[in-house]
């Protein structure tokens, strides 16, 4: 069963197949192994993609995932990719339009087991290789260019890479607006965005009053809130000043009760009533 119906797979192989370089044999007998049909490799790559799976999922009778490894950087070597993508998002922007005027840049964090040319110690995972990806992206959240970087690479030094990554796209509007979190509130920052002519729109580090901030769960989801505040408001005591989570980081206590929980009794009905005392006669007179 195909991951993507033919009436998308076609047209992606013929725009795919277009930008292939003509293959050249350069084995003096011409009778080498036969090679693995470029289609059936991209139908492969194109269910890695839907389904998000390795390579040795993927592969069967077919194509092993040596071939499908070796055939991906071979193309990525020629440009392929590249070109698919700016293909891609030409198209996108014909059929929607790119939303320019209001981009964001941010990055996360990934593991890297087998380590790579970027790979580098993870702060967040005890040291382990790890790979970090600053993205850019517009207002719709269609992401327009990456930038590959060690795991311990600070945010803010890969802005300048990951905004050049944008020119490729086509011509910006006037001072577009750049949205950043507070990781990167430095005057470096401020400065790459004004010498390629950006308005920046930066979180601030710190410039909210402690007291003032939200309770934990408003940031993350609204629905969080109540269910958070009522689980503070029952286990830990309100500190002095007002406010549940003012001075976070410092040792709390539980709240206990003034008087230790008693068992209440639920009544269950009438109890049944005792036998009459004539039984009890009877069965001594029976006595011998």
């Known amino acids: 069963m195909p991951a993507l119906p033919s009436s998308i797979l076609e047209p992606l192989w013929v725009q795919v197949s277009a930008l292939l370089p003509a293959r050249q044999v350069h ?12 289609r059936i490799v991209v139908d492969k790559l194109v269910q890695l993609l839907v389904f998000g799976c390795g390579y040795r999922r993927i592969a069967d009778a077919t194509c092993s995932a040596t071939t499908l490894r070796r055939r991906r950087d071979e193309w990525i070597s020629a440009g392929v990719a590249n070109q698919l993508r700016l293909a891609v998002l030409g198209a996108y922007d014909r059929m929607h339009g790119l939303e320019l005027e209001q981009l964001a840049v941010d990055s996360c964090t990934t593991k890297a087991p087998c380590g790579g040319q970027v790979a580098g110690p993870s702060p967040v995972d005890r040291r382990k290789q ?4 600053s993205v850019l992206t517009d207002a719709g959240g269609i992401p327009l260019g990456a930038v590959p970087a060690r795991a311990n690479h600070r945010d803010d030094g890969l802005l300048a890479a990951t905004l050049d990554t944008v020119g490729v796209v086509g011509v910006l509007p006037t001072r577009p607006v750049v949205h950043l979190d507070a990781g990167y509130d430095y005057q470096p920052c401020r400065q790459v965005l004004a010498k390629r002519g950006m308005a920046g729109e930066i979180a601030t580090r710190g410039s909210e009053p402690r007291s003032r901030r939200p309770p934990v769960g408003d940031r993350a989801h609204p629905r969080l809130g109540e269910p958070v505040r009522e689980a503070a408001l029952v286990h830990r005591a309100a500190p002095e000043g007002g406010g549940v989570l003012v001075g976070a980081g410092q040792r709390r206590h539980r709240v206990r009760p003034a008087h230790p929980p008693r068992l209440v009794l639920l009544p269950l009905g009438r109890p049944t009533p005792p036998p009459p005392m004539t039984y009890w006669r009877s069965l001594l007179a029976l006595d011998p």
């Open 130 to 133: 790890g790979l970090k990806r």
């Open 27 to 38: 084995h003096p007998l011409g009778c080498h192994r036969p090679r693995i049909a470029d």
